[in-house]
């Protein structure tokens, strides 16, 4: 089945600096690759998703790219502000109606 | 607002208690559900599939006669943790996928304390 893996799995950055998170995934039948969310207590949301017929895909301060020869996606996010403060997941899936196989995850915090 | 309506949200129960968490579409018929558990300061793990008017399909290592999921119909999936115990404590969490293959819709979860 399919395996994912993120790194790092605590990243801690100064507010107003970016943060880049990355995911390497096992199955090359996967094609859809979400980012989540998510904070304590509560269910994830879903913050930016890529599919594998683009390479890159941009929405304001969050970006994601992914490299399907190499397997691996990234999560970028610019000008990062203390509410960005969470935990991020990075999953992988045949498509959006499949199920997921999520990352570790990655706890962020923005130092204000 | 939710789409996906998951209930209760916490539940504190003794050992030994059966609980069963329910996991509702609303507005849209889902004959497939996902149920994944989440233990603390960890990722989320998927139980199983509920597929609806058949048997739920179980990742490895789950056991299908604690974890009784149940889709009897294109809008409500159960799950029920029988005889439950400490070590089930955790987050229980569903999700039902989108129309035309449109991102997943989470429940809000449920967290589960076995005392």
């Known amino acids: 089945g399919e395996n994912v893996e993120q790194h790092p799995s605590t990243l801690s950055v100064q507010e107003g600096d970016s943060a880049v998170i990355k995911c390497t995934y096992s199955?090359?039948?996967?094609?859809?690759f979400p980012w989540y969310k998510q904070e304590l207590g509560k269910r994830p949301q879903l913050i930016i998703d890529?599919?594998?017929?683009?390479g890159e895909k941009k929405d304001q301060r969050i970006a994601v790219t992914l490299n399907k020869t190499a397997k691996h996606f990234s999560l970028h996010i610019t000008e990062t502000q203390p509410e960005d403060s969470a935990v991020y997941f990075c999953?992988?899936?045949?498509?959006?109606?499949?199920?997921?196989?999520f990352g570790g995850g990655t706890r962020l915090m923005v130092k204000p | 607002g939710a789409v996906v309506s998951q209930h209760p949200s916490w539940v504190i129960c003794k050992s030994g208690t059966s609980v069963k968490i329910e996991c509702r579409s609303l507005?849209?018929?889902?004959?497939?559900m996902f149920w994944y558990r989440q233990f603390p300061k960890q990722s989320l793990m998927l139980m199983a599939t509920?597929?609806?008017?058949?048997?739920?399909?179980?990742e490895q290592g789950v056991e299908k006669d604690k974890f009784l999921i149940n889709h009897a119909s294109l809008t409500l999936s159960t799950l029920t943790v029988t005889s439950a115990h400490p070590e089930d404590s955790s987050f229980y969490i569903c999700?039902?996928?989108?129309?035309?293959?449109?991102?997943?819709?989470f429940g809000d979860g449920t967290r589960l304390s076995i005392l």
């Open positions: 999700s039902a996928p989108g129309h035309n293959n449109q991102p997943q819709h």
């Open positions: 199955d090359s039948a996967s094609n859809y």
């Open positions: 890529i599919r594998s017929n683009v």
């Open positions: 999953a992988a899936s045949f498509n959006a109606g499949n199920m997921l196989t």
């Open positions: 507005d849209f018929q889902a004959t497939t």
């Open positions: 509920s597929n609806e008017g058949s048997k739920a399909t179980y």
